[in-house]
């Protein structure tokens, strides 16, 4: 898995397995006429974490992008600051375990794991730690976004969503760039990952940009999932400013993308959206033509 770094990153990088399975199976069920069908559902499995040899968590994943996802997991619950600490992850999947060896342990681990929050991720995830805790001092640098790049950008995301096309019952997270156009990716989509819980995909984005070394500050967050809490600190945390999705949004999230400065943009689907936070940081410059039809109609009749 570590064949996609810049070559040019000289960082002692973890050992990884490369132990990614299929993310759907093939099944029969029955519809409405009793006619037997064949089709695809998600698979679940259930994979422990052992860190230094202590267990400390179970996580139901696809299993798709595993070694991903334990190293944003572990980024996303601040245990490990620096990816060179990381000696290996190893993933069995005949234990249904994940062993995490460090160099030189984590400094007080009891502490860090005795504070567990609950969220309300699909399937529930569990954070370590304070939540707010490293984002009180953090403050986003918003950039300017095209209404244009927002509509290329969902227009090449509906070539992706592989899993849920076909099996449904998963949430997809991507990696964009805010220009797409000039950022020499195509569709402006730098990694996108499905998993049965948006929090689990948020964390193997982060363990793919901790991988390859990469900066946030010029993307754009997308994800299929309600904008919580927990979606919008770990974001931020990643320093991307532009969090994107299909789905609505909680107070929570809003109150702290309103105090770190995140974009926040929900029920983007087509070309409608809805701005939480941030419109003026939004370049207009693609209204949809109906609306501009209906405000000539308004002014014509209110003469």
């Not at 695809?40 to 991903?68: C, F, Q, W």
């Not at 996802?69 to 999947?93: F, Y």
Request: aromatic share 6%; hydrophobic share 40%; glycine share 8%.
């Amino acid at each position: 898995m570590t064949d996609s770094i810049n070559s040019n990153d000289q960082r002692h990088l973890p050992t990884l397995t490369d132990a990614g399975l299929q993310a759907t199976a093939n099944v029969f069920s029955y519809n409405e006429y009793n006619e037997a069908i064949e089709g695809s559902v998600a698979v679940e499995r259930a994979l422990t974490i052992y860190l230094d040899k202590r267990e400390i968590v179970t996580l139901m994943t696809l299993g798709n992008h595993p070694e991903l996802l334990i190293l944003g997991w572990l980024r996303n619950q601040r245990l490990v600051q620096n990816i060179e600490d990381v000696q290996s992850i190893q993933v069995d999947w005949e234990t249904e375990a994940v062993a995490i060896t460090t160099h030189h342990g984590i400094e007080d681990l009891d502490g860090k794991l005795s504070h567990k929050t609950v969220t309300t991720g699909c399937g529930q995830g569990t954070v370590f730690g304070n939540l707010m805790d490293d984002i009180d001092n953090l403050k986003m640098q918003q950039p300017v976004v095209k209404q244009s790049a927002i509509y290329d950008l969902l227009q090449s995301l509906n070539e992706y969503n592989e899993v849920y096309k076909n099996a449904g019952a998963v949430h997809g997270c991507a990696l964009c760039s805010i220009d797409s156009k000039q950022s020499g990716v195509e569709g402006g989509i730098e990694q996108f990952i499905e998993d049965v819980g948006r929090h689990n995909a948020v964390d193997a984005i982060a363990g793919y940009m901790w991988l390859n070394n990469l900066s946030g500050e010029d993307k754009i967050f997308y994800t299929t999932g309600r904008l919580t809490s927990e979606m919008v600190i770990k974001v931020a945390l990643m320093r991307i400013p532009v969090l994107l999705s299909r789905s609505g949004i909680t107070r929570m999230g809003l109150d702290i993308a309103e105090k770190v400065g995140v974009t926040l943009i929900a029920r983007a689907k087509g070309r409608h959206f809805q701005i939480y936070h941030g419109h003026e940081k939004i370049d207009f410059d693609a209204m949809p033509a109906t609306k501009a039809i209906k405000s000539q109609k308004s002014s014509r009749s209110s003469s």
